[in-house]
């Protein structure tokens, strides 16, 4: 994320429970008890931490949910946070009347994972822990527009819109601790029969969170474990790597691996990464 400043960039670190909003401010998943000050009433354990960048004491705090936060998407168009808890909720929620506008139940299954519809106010997915990942649409809260069955049953940590270069949505990504996997826009279905195209299956591994840039067509994967390649093979160790591909759609949509970038052996927890063009 990016700071413009007279026309020059400022790069801003990225958290790896949030993402930045505006130019002027960040936000963060957090704990009630883990923000300095807080200007909502709920009395919610757990929501989103508003930091300025521009003074990093000032801080606001809105409660959301009743258990931790899982997921955490930002819309650009509409200045709306989604957040994704294990509460069994997800939720949307207006950053300029600190307050949520509304919400969905996703059953008996948690969410893991959330992300908004690319140039769209309305439109969001959430990955859920039974290997699912199911659309809803704000102007119909009580209606599943879509729900795809990934070929694993495990919790999808990370669900994406791939839209390369802005363009409209091409299909959608989803990563499991068993691998990531990819389903394109005309194989979207109603049943367990969807065609989903494997970008990593984890031999192995254990597949951590995924980022896409849609400027550059790039898919950047964390795996830990041992496990091979193709382009970009990484030797095979327990450190953790972060794996590089780039969107193809001839015959198809697809990914291919270009690079792979080895981390630390001594790293205990999964990281998010993010990829992103300077330009």
Same mark, same amino acid.
């Given at each position: 994320?990016?700071?413009?400043?007279?026309?020059?960039?400022?790069?801003?670190?990225?958290?790896?429970?949030?993402?930045?909003?505006?130019?002027?401010?960040?936000?963060?998943?957090?704990?009630?008890?883990?923000?300095?000050?807080?200007?909502?009433?709920?009395?919610?354990?757990?929501?989103?931490?508003?930091?300025?960048?521009?003074?990093?004491?000032?801080?606001?705090?809105?409660?959301?949910?009743?258990?931790?936060?899982?997921?955490?998407?930002?819309?650009?168009? *509409? %200045?709306?946070? #989604?957040? =994704? +808890?294990? &509460?069994?909720?997800?939720? /949307?929620?207006?950053?300029?009347? @600190?307050?949520?506008?509304?919400?969905?139940?996703?059953?008996?299954?948690?969410?893991?994972?959330?992300?908004?519809?690319?140039? *769209? %106010?309305?439109? #969001?997915? =959430? +990955?859920? &822990?039974?290997?699912?990942? /199911?659309?809803?649409?704000?102007? @119909?809260?009580?209606?599943?527009?879509?729900?795809?069955?990934?070929?694993?049953?495990?919790?999808?940590?990370?669900?994406?819109?791939?839209?390369?270069?802005?363009?409209?949505?091409?299909?959608?990504?989803?990563?499991?601790?068993?691998?990531?996997?990819?389903?394109?826009?005309?194989?979207?279905?109603?049943?367990?029969?969807?065609?989903?195209?494997?970008?990593?299956?984890?031999?192995?591994?254990?597949?951590?969170?995924?980022?896409?840039?849609?400027?550059?067509?790039?898919?950047?994967?964390?795996?830990?474990?041992?496990?091979?390649?193709?382009?970009?093979?990484?030797?095979?160790?327990?450190?953790?790597?972060?794996?590089?591909?780039?969107?193809?759609?001839?015959?198809?949509?697809?990914?291919?691996?270009?690079?792979?970038?080895?981390?630390?052996?001594?790293?205990?927890?999964?990281?998010?990464?993010?990829?992103?063009?300077?330009?």
């Amino acid at each position: 994320a990016s700071k413009n400043d007279g026309g020059k960039k400022r790069m801003i670190p990225h958290s790896s429970r949030g993402s930045t909003y505006r130019s002027s401010s960040s936000i963060s998943a957090s704990s009630s008890s883990s923000s300095s000050s807080s200007s909502s009433s709920s009395s919610s354990s757990y929501g989103i931490c508003r930091v300025s960048i521009l003074d990093s004491m000032h801080r606001e705090y809105i409660g959301i949910h009743s258990k931790p936060i899982r997921g955490l998407s930002i819309c650009e168009q *509409s %200045r709306m946070v #989604l957040t =994704a +808890g294990f &509460d069994k909720r997800l939720v /949307v929620t207006k950053l300029s009347a @600190k307050s949520s506008v509304v919400e969905f139940r996703t059953g008996p299954k948690k969410p893991w994972s959330c992300t908004w519809e690319p140039n *769209s %106010r309305h439109g #969001l997915f =959430a +990955g859920l &822990d039974s290997g699912k990942i /199911v659309g809803f649409d704000c102007r @119909k809260p009580g209606k599943v527009l879509h729900s795809l069955q990934c070929p694993s049953n495990k919790p999808v940590h990370t669900v994406i819109r791939i839209n390369h270069n802005w363009g409209e949505p091409e299909g959608i990504l989803a990563a499991t601790y068993d691998g990531a996997f990819l389903l394109a826009n005309e194989d979207f279905c109603k049943d367990s029969s969807c065609r989903w195209n494997k970008v990593l299956q984890a031999t192995g591994q254990i597949v951590g969170p995924a980022s896409f840039d849609p400027h550059t067509g790039s898919l950047l994967l964390s795996v830990r474990g041992g496990g091979g390649g193709a382009n970009g093979q990484c030797a095979q160790s327990d450190v953790a790597k972060n794996l590089v591909y780039r969107i193809s759609s001839s015959p198809k949509l697809h990914f291919e691996r270009v690079a792979c970038y080895s981390g630390h052996s001594n790293q205990v927890v999964m990281t998010r990464p993010a990829i992103f063009a300077l330009e």
